[in-house]
């Protein structure tokens, strides 16, 4: 500015003085060059230096050399004020002043651990839901609560069987009955039966000896008559007897012989008694007819299914545990009505969970069963719990391209169903390049890290891999050489200036 303001003081002086000669001396003279382009700062002594110059170029008057020495003054004035005032920044040094100090530090190659990094939810290994088979029945109790172990077998809740009870009791009765009719149907005689027809057996038996000794008696009477008809006959022809007396022996001949005949038949009758008599007696032992006794069988076996029937459907109104587990949820209250198929209970089978977890078709090969996996909710914070892969699913969703990986974790674990879960499954190591994980910047799903160069930081998008130890694997945006941002990288933007601490 002093520079400036000497240049228009000379230059106004030379106007008025247009005839004053120039010399090749003053053109090179470091003073008077310095004062005509202002480039420096004149010195204390430049009034000095420039006054008898100018006096030995020009002639001057005593008002010239009065305005002149004012303007020697001024510039003298201006040219101090410029030296000792405050200094003003010049802009290079503003532009480049450093905004942070960091940390800086090269990619490295390291050893990284492969893993897949899976997720899903806790379920039960085996979930087995627990329900009452009979309708319409109100719960009478509820014996266990949630989170309790069971047994197979054991009762978890009741039902009202009242009713089902006093339909068992008539069915029972009923059953009773067909049964003494079937009984009798196979013998239907009672002992006194048998006894009375085992009498009439022996009565038949002598009314058949008496009618045959009648007929033997008979037959002897017949046999007589018919020698006396022929004695008679003789005797009547000698004139012995009458022939009216041999007339009457031949006539008690007929009658005996009526009644040989009579008591032959008679016999006979005695005998078809007897025979009747004993085929009764013997039907005493042998039963009832076939048709009679398979109608009352079936009878029977009616009345046994209904008593079995209602014999079930007393024992389902006893609610148990179908096997050995523990009781995940309860949904269902005493006064509650039941519903046939609805579930009242839900068990985890044998206490044991597992982690369905979903994994992409890509990672499917790197997986085997019996892998161990490490596992952690928000639940078990910074614990990890020890799961080991038991099972792949052969299918894979057609729309996500998932499969599901069924993974043991250890009962008492703190893990419960219904929990999300975050797990890794290491699947060996490799040679990767690799940054400390606060180097990196994840900004609208996008990684970064800022570059170094010359003081100036450069944010440089990379792709990222796996973590492992703190580091991050970065695939591409990055050489072994470059200088990375460490410590501060969170606070910079593109085109930073930083510092670099120690």
């Known amino acids: 500015m002093a520079g400036r303001s000497l240049a228009k003081i000379q230059k106004g002086i030379s106007m008025k003085n247009p005839a004053a000669p120039r010399s090749t001396s003053e053109s090179t003279d470091p003073a008077t060059s310095s004062f005509e382009t202002g480039s420096g700062a004149p010195s204390p002594g430049l009034s000095h230096n420039v006054l008898p110059s100018l006096k030995s170029k020009m002639p001057l008057g005593p008002k010239q050399i009065v305005a002149l020495g004012i303007g020697v003054i001024a510039i003298a004035i201006v040219a101090m004020s410029g030296n000792f005032g405050p200094k003003k920044p010049t802009a290079p040094e503003t532009a480049h ?152 022996r031949f006539t008690v001949a007929q009658v005996d012989d009526a009644t040989a005949r009579s008591a032959a038949q008679r016999v006979s009758a005695a005998r078809f008694a007897l025979k009747q008599a004993k085929e009764k007696y013997a039907m005493a032992f042998t039963g009832g007819r076939k048709e009679d006794i398979e109608v009352a069988r079936a009878a029977v076996n009616e009345s046994k299914g209904n008593v079995r029937r209602l014999q079930t459907q007393i024992e389902e109104t006893i609610i148990r545990a179908p096997v050995d587990g523990q009781i995940v949820r309860r949904d269902v209250h005493i006064g509650d009505i039941s519903t046939a198929g609805k579930t009242m209970f839900y068990m985890a089978r044998d206490n044991r969970l597992e982690l369905r977890a979903q994994v992409p078709d890509s990672d499917l090969r790197y997986i085997k069963p019996k892998q161990h996996v490490d596992c952690h909710s928000s639940y078990t914070g910074d614990k990890n719990v020890s799961g080991t892969v038991r099972e792949i699913s052969p299918l894979v969703d057609t729309d996500t391209r998932l499969a599901t990986v069924r993974i043991d974790v250890p009962a008492g674990c703190g893990l419960k169903p219904g929990m999300y879960v975050e797990g890794r499954l290491d699947i060996g190591k490799y040679d990767a390049l690799a940054v400390p994980s606060n180097a990196v910047i994840n900004r609208d799903d996008k990684h970064s890290v800022f570059v170094l160069h010359n003081g100036q930081v450069e944010n440089r998008t990379v792709v990222t891999g796996n973590r492992d130890n703190g580091l991050i694997q970065v695939d591409s945006g990055l050489t072994p050489t470059d200088q990375i941002v460490v410590e501060g990288a969170g606070f910079l933007k593109d085109g930073d200036y930083v510092a670099v601490g120690k």
């Open 97 to 248: 002043k450093p905004v942070l100090t960091v940390s800086v530090q090269s990619p490295v190659r390291v050893a990284m651990s492969r893993h897949i990094d899976i997720n899903g939810t806790i379920t039960a290994w085996d979930p087995v839901s627990v329900g009452a088979t009979a309708g319409g029945l109100q719960v009478n109790s509820v014996r266990v609560e949630e989170g309790d172990l069971v047994k197979r077998g054991q009762i978890l809740a009741t039902l009202d069987s009242a009713q089902l009870r006093a339909q068992l009791d008539s069915e029972q009765a009923r059953l009773a009955a067909n049964q003494a009719s079937a009984d009798k149907s196979v013998q239907p005689n009672r002992q006194e039966d048998i006894n009375a027809l085992a009498a009439v057996v022996s009565q038949a038996e002598a009314t058949v000896a008496d009618q045959e000794a009648e007929l033997i008696q008979a037959k002897a009477n017949l046999e007589n008559a018919n020698r006396n008809i022929e004695r008679y006959e003789a005797l009547r022809k000698e004139g012995a007897v009458s022939t009216q007396e041999a007339q009457d």
